[in-house]
Structures are given as C-alpha cells and as structure tokens.
C-alpha cells in the first residue's frame, strides 16, 4: 500500500497546530476568536431545541408505553429494522376476562350480561388506543426523531468543522505575530487570508443551518397539532363508547346507581331508588305482562289512599334516616304519601316506618 508521506506530515502538522492554538486558549495564553453575537443565538437555540425534543420524545414514549421493558424491546426491533410482533394491551385483557366470566356466569343473567357487555367496550377501548398510539408514533414521534437522528446530525458535524476552521485562522493569526522576516510574514499574511475565507465560509454555511431550526420548530407544531388531535379523537371515543355502555347498563336493576348519581348531584338529599345488579332479569316476552301489571298496580296505588301488602325483591339499605332498610322476601304494607316522588312509597313494617323504593317490591293480591 502507498503512503503519500508529505500529505501525512502535513496533516500531522495541521493536527499539532490545532492542538497546540486549542490547549492555549483554554490557558489563556492565546487569541481566540468569537463567533458574532446572532451565530452564538442560533446555536444556543439549536442546543435547547435538541434537548427539549429529547425530552419530550422521551416521556412521549412513556405515555404511550408505560412499560420499561416493552419500551426496550421495540427499541431493539427498531434497530433491527424488524417488525414488532403485536402485543394486547391491558384492555384487550381486561375485556377477554371480563367476557369469558360474564359467559361462566351465563350471558342470560344481569351480572352475567352486564360482564360481556363491559368486556365488548373494553376490547373497543384497545382499539382505539392501538390507533392512538399509531397515530402518535406516526404523525409526532417520528418527525422529532428524524431531527434529532438527521437535521441536528448535520449541524452537529458543521458545527464541530467550524470549530476546526476557528482554530486553524488563530493557528494563523498567531504565526502572523511571531512571523519576523519578510518571506515569513508574506506566507503567514496569505496562510491567514486563506483561513479567513475558509472559516467565514463555514460561519455562513453554520448560520444557514441553525437559521433552518424555524422550519423545524413550524413543522413540530403541525406534528404537535396531529399529536392533540388524536388525543382528542382517542379520548372522545373512549367517552362515547362508555357513555353507550352506560345506556346499556342503565337497563340493568342497579345497586350502584344510586351511588353514582348521589355524588354527581353535588349532595342534593334526592334518593334514586335502584335494584342490585345481581338480580335476575326478565325476559322481554314473558315478562312484558308482568311489567305493566307491576305498573299499574302502582299507579293505582298513588292514585288511592289504601294500603296495600308488599313483598320485598332485594336487599336495600336505607341511605338516610327517614328511609326503611329492607330484606329479601320479607313482606311490609305500603301506601303512598300525597307529594311523595313517584318512585318511593311509605313502607311500614311493625312500629318501623320510610320510604322505600318501588322497584325493590312487588305488591301482592
């Protein structure tokens, strides 16, 4: 293999220079020249655009995979250039059980119902997080990395180049002042107009580059604007598929409504008289009839001042004092109370007497 001797000797040269001009400036025993003040800006801002993309594309990825270890793992495949294989999120596994207990318990039950059709908004719920997290990678995280592995690359690598053009005109211009003799101080002054030209060169090919951080920051704001976007169209699914669920639920005999619905009314003394989940349900054909007989009989009820025997279909516990707390097959009377809310009655029950919701009775001939 041939070696060209004198260009190695030369850059050797050139090397020494630029580290001797380099660790003397860093001693304070040489020139150093400054980069004006809008070079200096542009690559300040430079800088905290890299870092405030790092930190942001990092927690980006946190947000969307909040496991460490699966965050490692596409981050290996990625590298790869592989696919990484599909993964069900905790929704998808969170509606596969919920379904397969509400099948165990029987689809023709309420609690069993009740499972499957949560189960089903769960699955739908992973859906549309899978497509959020597409979306996002696609549209926000993709971008910032192509910066960072591509736009601040290059600048990175000007930067450092104009760096070594810096030093080489100090090299220079202190050759220029040691420079004695005629032919010297000629071949330094021409050494130095050289260096000169190079290094403002590379200062406007820098400057052109940081100047392009604003197309970056514009193009990041659209990719922001997608970024939100899904996350508006995620989030907004998600509601409406529970909002649906809950009219699904609402069909249900519900212990749990009445909770819910006394912590939204922001404490308002308005009992919802609501039937456990668990009860059974039932069936539209067959208990049609018994239904609008049931209603009836009530209406009639209201509507008179008799009293009537009742018996009691579930569990209740009174929510406050001038309530009766309730127990599965025992029968009370029950007649109502002009002013009363349609959907309670007054119970007695020996010398114990409250209100007590209708839907947990059923009146007796």
Aim: with cysteine.
């Amino acid at each position: 293999m041939d070696f060209n001797v004198k260009r190695l000797a030369a850059d050797a040269g050139t090397f020494l220079s630029r580290a001797v001009q380099f660790t003397e400036e860093k001693l304070g025993q040489a020139e150093k020249t400054e980069l004006d003040a809008h070079l200096e800006n542009l690559l300040g801002r430079a800088e905290n655009t890299k870092q405030w993309t790092e930190k942001i594309m990092k927690q980006t990825e946190v947000l969307l995979q909040p496991n460490p270890n699966v965050r490692l793992e596409e981050f290996v495949y990625e590298k790869l250039e592989k696919k990484a294989p599909a993964r069900i999120n905790n929704h998808d596994l969170l509606g596969h059980s919920m379904i397969e207990a509400g099948s165990d318990f029987g689809p023709g039950t309420a609690y069993g119902n009740a499972l499957i059709k949560c189960g089903e908004t769960q699955k739908q719920i992973g859906g549309a997080e899978r497509e959020f997290i597409q979306s996002s990678a696609i549209n926000f995280l993709t971008p910032f990395r192509n910066f960072l592995e591509g736009d601040f690359k290059t600048i990175l690598k000007e930067r450092k180049l104009l760096q070594v053009k810096r030093l080489d005109l100090d090299a220079a211009k202190t050759r220029l002042k040691k420079a004695r003799m005629p032919d010297a101080r000629a071949a330094a002054e021409q050494e130095l107009r050289m260096t000169q030209s190079e290094f403002d060169r590379q200062a406007e090919i820098t400057r052109l580059l940081l100047e392009g951080v604003s197309s970056t920051h514009a193009h990041h704001l659209r990719c922001l604007n997608d970024f939100v976007e899904a996350q508006t169209t995620y989030y907004a699914q998600c509601y409406q598929y529970m909002v649906d669920l809950q009219k699904q639920l609402g069909s249900f005999p519900s212990s749990f409504s009445n909770n819910n619905q006394s912590s939204m009314s922001g404490g308002a003394n308005v009992s919802v008289p609501t039937a456990p989940m668990s009860a059974s349900l039932p069936s539209v054909s067959a208990g049609s009839g018994s239904l609008a007989a049931a209603s009836g009989g009530f209406s009639e009820l209201r509507s008179s001042n008799v009293s009537r025997k009742a018996r009691v279909l579930y569990d209740y516990d009174a929510a406050s004092s001038n309530e009766l707390s309730l127990l599965a097959d025992e029968v009370i009377t029950v007649n109502s109370v002009p002013g009363m809310d349609s959907d309670w009655l007054m119970g007695e029950r020996g010398n114990q007497k409250g209100k007590v919701p209708i839907t947990y009775l059923e009146l007796l001939n």
